[in-house]
C-alpha cells in the first residue's frame, strides 16, 4: 500500500514540474479578411410585402446573410459575419431593401454595401438593384432571397471594378492589427443610416 502511494506521489510531483513550467497556451483568433455587418433591425423587424386582400411579412437579414455569405466568400475568401467583439480587416456595412409590385408581379431587390478599411475609414458605397418575376403568395422567402441574390452579383461587379478596392483587399496584411471591432460599427460613418423601412 505505501509503495502505491509513493508512486501516485512521485508522479503527481512529475505532473506538476512539468505543468507549472510550461508556458501558458494563449488561441489568439485572427482578425477575418473580411466581415459583413447587416442591422439587427433586418432580422427583428419584418417588412410587410402587399397585394390586394394579401401581403406577407418578410425579414430580410436572414434572407440576404445567406447570399451574401456566399458570393463574398467565393470572391474573397475569408469571410466572417459580424458579431460581438469580433473584428476584421476590411467590414462591409450591407442596408437590404425590397419592394413588391403586385400589378406587375415583381420583386424589385436593393443592396447597398459600405466598405470601410480595418481602421474604420469609409472607402466607398457599391449598390446593387435587380428584378424578379414572382408571387406573393408562392415562396415569398425564396424569391426575395434570389432578388437579393441578384442584387449582390451587381454589387460585386462593381466592387471587383473598383481598382482601388482590389488593391486594398490585395494587400491586406494578415498580422496588421488594423481591423474594425464590430462593436464600433455604429459609431461608422455612412451616407445615410436606415432607422425604419417604409
Known amino acids: 500500500m505505501k509503495i502505491h502511494l509513493i508512486k501516485v506521489f512521485v508522479l503527481l510531483a512529475l505532473f ?5 513550467n510550461a508556458e501558458p497556451v494563449v488561441v489568439v483568433s485572427p482578425s477575418a479578411k473580411m466581415l459583413i455587418y447587416i442591422q439587427p433591425i433586418e432580422y427583428t423587424n419584418p417588412i410587410y ?3 390586394p386582400y394579401d401581403g406577407r411579412w418578410v425579414n430580410q437579414g436572414p434572407l440576404l446573410e445567406a447570399s451574401a455569405m456566399a458570393k463574398l466568400s467565393q470572391v474573397y475568401g ?3 459575419l459580424c458579431e ?3 473584428s476584421g480587416k476590411t467590414l462591409v456595412w450591407l442596408q437590404p ?3 413588391y409590385n403586385p ?3 415583381i420583386f424589385y431587390g436593393k443592396v447597398t454595401a459600405n466598405v470601410y478599411t480595418g481602421m474604420g475609414n469609409f472607402i466607398a458605397s457599391y449598390v446593387g438593384e435587380s428584378s424578379l418575376h414572382g408571387y406573393l403568395n408562392f415562396k415569398t422567402e425564396d424569391s426575395v432571397e434570389r432578388a437579393y441574390a441578384l442584387a449582390m452579383d451587381i454589387v ?7 481598382t482601388a478596392l482590389q488593391g486594398m483587399m490585395a494587400n491586406v496584411n494578415p498580422v496588421s492589427t488594423d481591423a474594425t471591432p464590430c462593436s464600433m460599427v455604429t459609431l461608422l460613418p455612412i451616407p445615410k443610416i436606415r432607422v425604419m423601412s417604409f
Open 84 to 86: 460581438g467583439n469580433q
Open 16 to 20: 506538476t514540474t512539468t505543468h507549472v
Open 103 to 105: 400589378q406587375v408581379e
Open 97 to 99: 431593401r425590397i419592394f
Open 49 to 51: 410585402l402587399w397585394r
Open 78 to 80: 475569408d469571410v466572417g
Open 156 to 162: 460585386l461587379e462593381k466592387m471587383q471594378a473598383d
